[in-house]
Nanobody
Framework: EVQLVESGGGRVQAGGSLRLSCAASGFTFDDYAIGWFRQAPGKEREGISCISSGDGSTYYADSVKGRFTISSDNAKNTVYLQMNSLKPEDTAIYYC?????WGQGTQVTVSS
């Protein structure tokens, strides 16, 4: 069974940085696409970044492009989301997704 466990969330001031981790298990970590999503209060869940193991291609939503970086460590079965220059509007619960499964989410709060 696929399991995804996010960590690394917290509270930071605007302009600060956080690195989220998504530890994955239950599938071969050399053939995957893993995405990061977020859901702010009162808003729909939105996809913000994705990485594919096949060619290492990445995707970023316009709202995070240039500030967030997705990466993976196949030896640790972990995908990371480095978030820099955080803004109050980045406040949300962040989830990772793979093969139709969701993690439990990690809260990110950015204060102004």
């Amino acid at each position: 069974e696929v399991q995804l466990v996010e960590s690394g969330g917290g509270r930071v001031q605007a302009g600060g940085s956080l690195r989220l981790s998504c530890a994955a298990s239950g599938f071969t970590f050399d053939d995957y696409a893993i995405g990061w999503f977020r859901q702010a209060p009162g808003k729909e869940r939105e996809g913000i970044s994705c990485i594919s193991s096949g060619d290492g291609s990445t995707y970023y939503a316009d709202s995070v492009k240039g500030r967030f970086t997705i990466s993976s460590d196949n030896a640790k079965n972990t995908v990371y989301l480095q978030m820099n220059s955080l803004k109050p509007e980045d406040t949300a619960i962040y989830y990772c997704w793979a093969f139709g499964y969701w993690g439990q989410g990690t809260q990110v709060t950015v204060s102004s």
